[in-house]
């Protein structure tokens, strides 16, 4: 009899019987602690406000995505982590100084519209923390635009303003940017650290290197987009950067400054909204920093990392569908 | 020594060490022989014995119903008791004869060739199809007919596959620790059938025994290599396998022999052996008992039709902790069973008895997130994340464009897939609605 209990008790099921560890909500959570130097760098410098916006942020999104889920009568999936990181990248990506009102807005819109419109994660076409970033810099582009002093004092609250190195280096050149930071080698310096205006969690470049090398270390993300988008801002910096003509720019100011580091390698590589195939990744990377250089050069926003990113999130779909993997044994081109 | 390798695959736990060091050890003789008649690609057999007719060890009780076919023998001596319809691993009912044990373990007069190898090859090759040997690592393809490629199809390598990549499973290693020179007898049969002067023995690095028997075995024949193969899964699928040791792409939809290539298990080439030269037909084979759910893991020889009941008895039963899924075969192919009462057949290489601890339960799954693991695990090159997004809306015909029927389902895309998505599952449901 309690041989027969036992078989009924049998688990059948197809295979594969055996399943990796590997989760969704892991990927999700272990992104996010990966974004913990910069972040801390963040609070660090631009003092409690900082750490203020992206709590705010972080909140709103947990809350918009459970009262979504409520109202719509649909799973809740706030354990999975990622509407969190979510959040704690739209905070990272606003100026410390910015009204209560800008981070709240803008995460509805990342979080709303984006994401749980679209389908709810995995369906969205666009990085939600970059469209609710898009939204609130464009509809309130004065306090999104007005960056702080970074200074090492905590807990204070008022604020110096301070323009950002790129918008420095856009309205009034590489001498006065220089004569601001002592030299090269100082301007460098404070760069790689961080300790220049700018948004929470883009400016210390060791920071976001460390949470980086530790997400390729796990195998999180591939350096395919990283790799070319930050190559290609270099090389379109030293062609076209220099005021005395071709091959006079300066690459590694462009590489070090704005969003880039924060952008290549944590909100372009984002799984939902970049190709999946790695050749497409390396397309998908050259034309993130096409268009970021052309911004910043040409246009009229010191900084292009954002839209680049939002812009090539469109071209995902056909990337994907005309670069695809190399099928085993495909050599020749069939006809169909 | 760099090991050899394809693209792609996974890293599954191995649990190799459970049973790779117990030797095999022939299983008792099973009271009631549960015989299927299909137990390979191709046409079932039909049955030529009446009820109560007796039987000899060896004797043919069904003949095959074509050229992709090969008979089936009476795994023990005795009475018919029973032709009818009984479960098989795979899950199916399947048209079985049923031989009660007179215990005599009287054997069919067998035709022994001490100079088999002088044996033509059209000779050796009728004897393999007497012998009802098949593809023994769970494929079960009829191998006589592997053994006559068309004329247009030149064969210039015979590589005997001892990846055994499936976790837990360790039938082939053992085989090649305990008789390595049977399976190259085995391999040389095949050489000289197909008229080869090259053949390749690939095993995976995890069983260094294995690969050293085996070079032991081989050393002084320049004809012959033994490969070691990175250890990772599917490295035993046969374009992955040919991929790794000669560097060959076999064309999508396209089979081994298209680049001049015949891959067999190893098991199979043991049962060559055996038959060319003792006439023994496949009545019995390896089956590795494991898994943490059974008392003692073994490899035993195991009569065909042997319930796998009586296989889990002579381990000493289920631990307390265990069972919570029966498998027949490997964790990532094999077949997960609701009876014991299922026999042994030709291509039973494992029975797993997993306990609470290995199983991991088929949980809800979420949307795809995209990561893109599945793509870069897939030996096949293909976007399993597309076939399952298409697969899951119904939209069976848009799988065709990226290239569902090249999928032969090794289930790594599931394996890797974060969201748990039922990858594999969601393939096998597109194939079955659209034509190739």
């Known amino acids: ?336 | 020594m760099s090991l050899l390798t394809f693209e792609g695959g996974i890293h599954p736990p191995g649990h190799k060490e459970l049973a790779e060091h117990s030797p095999i050890v022939d299983a008792k003789s099973p009271a009631r022989a549960v015989i299927p008649l299909s137990q390979h690609i191709g046409a079932p057999c039909e049955s030529i014995v009446e009820m109560g007719q007796e039987v000899k060890k060896g004797e043919v009780i069904g003949n095959p119903g074509g050229f992709v076919s090969a008979p089936v023998h009476a795994s023990v001596s005795g009475k018919v008791v029973a032709n009818g319809s009984f479960p098989v691993p795979n899950g199916r009912m399947v048209p079985c004869v049923v031989i009660e044990n007179d215990g005599k373990e009287e054997w069919t007069t067998l035709r022994d060739s001490p100079d088999y190898m002088d044996l033509s090859p059209e000779e050796l090759k009728e004897k393999i199809k007497d012998a009802g040997i098949v593809g023994l690592g769970g494929a079960a393809f009829p191998s006589h007919v592997k053994l006559s490629p068309p004329k247009e199809k030149p064969i210039d390598t015979v590589i005997i596959n001892g990846a055994e990549c499936e976790p837990y499973l360790t039938a082939d290693h053992r085989l090649m620790v305990e008789t390595p020179s049977d399976v190259v007898a085995g391999l040389r049969v095949i050489m000289k059938i197909l008229g080869v002067e090259k053949g390749f023995i690939g095993i995976e690095n995890n069983k260094p025994d294995a690969i050293e028997k085996m070079q032991q075995t081989v050393s002084g024949e320049n004809n012959i290599e033994v490969k070691a193969l990175q250890v990772k899964y599917p490295q035993g699928a046969e374009k992955m396998l040919i991929k790794s040791i000669l560097d060959r792409d076999v064309p999508a939809g396209g089979l081994p022999m298209d680049v001049g290539v015949v891959v067999h298990n190893v098991g199979t080439a043991f049962a060559i052996f055996e038959a060319c030269r003792y006439g023994k037909p496949i009545i019995e084979r390896v089956v590795t008992v494991t898994g943490l759910g059974i008392m003692e893991q073994k490899n035993l020889r195991a009569r065909i039709g042997t319930l796998i009941s009586r296989l889990i008895d002579e381990c000493g039963g289920f631990t307390n902790d265990g069972p919570v899924k029966v498998i027949v075969g490997g964790p990532m192919m094999g077949f997960a069973q609701y009876s014991m009462d299922v026999p042994v057949i030709k291509g039973t290489s494992g029975v797993l008895v997993m306990s609470a601890a290995e199983y991991t339960p088929s949980e809800k799954f979420g949307p795809c997130i995209r990561c893109g693991r599945c793509i870069d695990v897939c030996p096949m090159g293909l976007m399993p994340s597309m076939l399952s997004l298409y697969s899951e809306k119904g939209h069976y015909e848009e799988c065709k464009e990226y290239n569902l029927f090249d999928c032969f389902e090794c289930g790594s895309c599931t394996f890797v897939c974060p969201s748990k998505r039922p990858i594999v599952q969601l393939v096998r449901l597109a194939k079955s609605q659209v034509k190739p």
């Open chain 1, 1 to 336: 009899m309690e041989a027969i209990k036992k078989q009924h008790e049998l688990v059948v099921s197809v295979s594969p019987h055996l399943k990796s560890e590997e989760t969704t909500s892991r990927i999700m959570w272990t992104v996010s602690l990966s974004l913990l130097p910069a972040f801390i760098s963040g609070a660090y410098f631009f003092g409690p406000r900082a750490v203020i916006t992206t709590a705010i942020c972080i909140i709103t999104a947990l809350l918009s995505e459970r009262a979504f889920q409520k109202i719509t009568n649909r799973e809740d999936t706030i354990s999975d982590g990622s509407a969190f990181l979510t959040g704690l990248l739209l905070g990272m990506n606003l100026p410390a100084t910015v009204p209560f009102y800008i981070p709240i807005i803008g995460t509805v819109v990342a979080i709303v519209i984006t994401k749980q419109l679209f389908g709810g994660l995995g369906y969205n076409i666009f990085n939600p923390a970059l469209i609710g970033r898009a939204f609130v810099l464009i509809t309130w582009p004065r306090a999104m635009t007005t960056w702080m002093k970074p200074d090492a004092a905590f807990m204070r609250f008022d604020a110096i303003s301070a323009a950002t190195p790129l918008g420095i280096l856009k309205e009034e050149g590489l001498a006065k940017l220089l004569a601001l930071f002592g030299d090269k080698l100082n301007l460098y310096t404070e760069l790689l650290v961080g300790h220049r205006a700018g948004s929470i969690g883009e400016t210390s470049v060791i920071a976001l290197l460390l949470g980086a090398a530790f997400l390729v270390y796990k195998r999180y993300i591939s350096l395919h987009i990283p790799l070319s988008f930050i190559g290609t801002v270099a090389v379109i910096a030293w062609l076209f950067g220099g005021k005395e003509g071709l091959f006079t720019g300066d690459p590694l100011i462009h590489i070090m400054s704005g969003g880039l580091m924060l952008g290549a390698f944590f909100m372009a590589t984002d799984y939902v909204t970049c190709p999946s195939v790695k050749k497409g990744q390396i397309v998908f990377g050259i034309g993130c920093g096409l268009i970021t250089m052309l911004i910043r050069l040409k246009g009229g926003y010191p900084e292009g990392v954002m839209f680049a990113i939002l812009l090539m999130n469109c071209f995902t779909p056909l990337i994907d569908r005309n670069l695809r993997s190399k099928v085993f044994g495909f050599m020749k081109k069939e006809a169909k």
